[in-house]
């Protein structure tokens, strides 16, 4: 094997260990992904109780599994078009800071596993997408988390 193989080689066995892994769902016919860890469980659709007087992305609380937690519209939260509920809406459970939120998303779709040259950066952002990755042929939206949870409009 010459030098140049073997650098290539090692270059791509080097980003397939550097490669993080994804939770990938539709929003609004668009590819979102979050990082796997930051994922508890994904539910089905479940009785949610609404809260008078939250936010419009707020849809209220809901007890999974014995654990209460704050159901969120995250395509309003985004200002993207809300669609119609269906059979395939997921809530994606999460926590930030101590607090259980379920996130309602279109559809999950897969766990992708993505490497750092794959993954466009923002630095300075004022966005909840903190990064774009290409997959296959798509463009794929990471969101950031903290800022989508933390950040009220």
């Given at each position: 094997m010459q030098t140049n193989e073997l650098n290539a080689t090692n270059n791509e066995e080097q980003e397939r260990k550097s490669a993080h892994r994804w939770l990938s769902f539709n929003l609004s016919n668009k590819r979102y992904a979050l990082p796997v860890d930051d994922v508890i469980e994904v539910v089905g659709q479940t009785d949610i109780a609404s809260i008078p007087g939250s936010n419009e992305h707020v849809l209220g609380l809901a007890n999974i599994r014995g654990q209460i937690v704050i159901v969120l519209d995250i395509r309003k939260r985004?200002?993207?078009?809300?669609?119609?509920?269906?059979?395939?809406?997921?809530?994606?459970?999460?926590?930030?800071?101590?607090?259980?939120?379920?996130?309602?998303?279109?559809?999950?779709?897969?766990?992708?596993?993505?490497?750092q040259s794959a993954i466009a950066w923002q630095e300075q952002y004022s966005t909840d997408v903190s990064a774009t990755a290409q997959w296959a042929d798509e463009t794929v939206q990471l969101i950031d988390l903290q800022h989508v949870l933390n950040n009220e409009e």
């Open positions: 985004l200002n993207l078009t809300v669609e119609l509920y269906s059979d395939t809406n997921r809530i994606l459970v999460v926590e930030i800071d101590d607090m259980l939120y379920g996130l309602l998303v279109d559809k999950v779709l897969d766990v992708l596993e993505l490497g």
